[in-house]
């Protein structure tokens, strides 16, 4: 649940006072990102880096993103082009509103783990965070998975575009 302020009134903790005991979205005490003294635009980067990290959080997710932008690997990930989006929020699409957004994913989770489970959980884990960092609501959070990883005994990590060593 997120909080709404009003820098209008004396100050509580934190140099605000809570509007009401217990706001929420669209009451009368209004929304928190627009205010009588301005209002505050929160960009689609950190809303899709915010998700990106919230999915993260979750076991049984390996990695985001699909196709080319996942198997070029960390060279490419590591310098985002012009009008690209960051390398920690690839594999995530936002639309964002005034007062609302929503979120596309793009998954890959550990061959064994329940999908439906790390789906669900990427996706409550994604709704909390971005509506108590931002104050936005999140009207849907739409998560595709893209492929399994799964684990070869003895198998290491490697960046995949890193080469094989030189024989």
Do not use: W
């Not at 004396?10 to 301005?38: K, W």
């Not at 310098?79 to 609302?100: D, I, L, N």
């Amino acid at each position: 649940m997120t909080q709404d302020y009003d820098a209008t009134s004396s100050p509580g903790p934190g140099g605000y006072r809570e509007r009401g005991s217990t706001p929420t979205r669209g009451s009368a005490g209004g929304d928190p990102l627009h205010g009588g003294q301005g209002r505050t635009k929160i960009a689609d980067a950190v809303v899709a880096k915010i998700a990106a990290l919230a999915a993260r959080e979750i076991p049984g997710v390996h990695s985001l993103g699909q196709g080319l932008a996942r198997t070029l690997g960390a060279p490419l990930r590591a310098r985002p082009a012009g009008g690209e989006q960051p390398a920690e929020a690839r594999g995530v699409s936002v639309e964002v509103g005034e007062s609302q957004c929503a979120v596309d994913i793009d998954l890959v989770t550990f061959y064994g783990q329940s999908i439906v489970e790390v789906a669900g959980a990427v996706r409550r884990n994604v709704v909390a965070r971005i509506e108590s960092m931002t104050g936005l609501e999140v009207t849907e959070v739409n998560i595709t998975i893209d492929d399994l990883h799964v684990e070869a005994e003895g198998e290491e990590e490697q960046a995949a575009l890193e080469p094989p060593p030189a024989p």
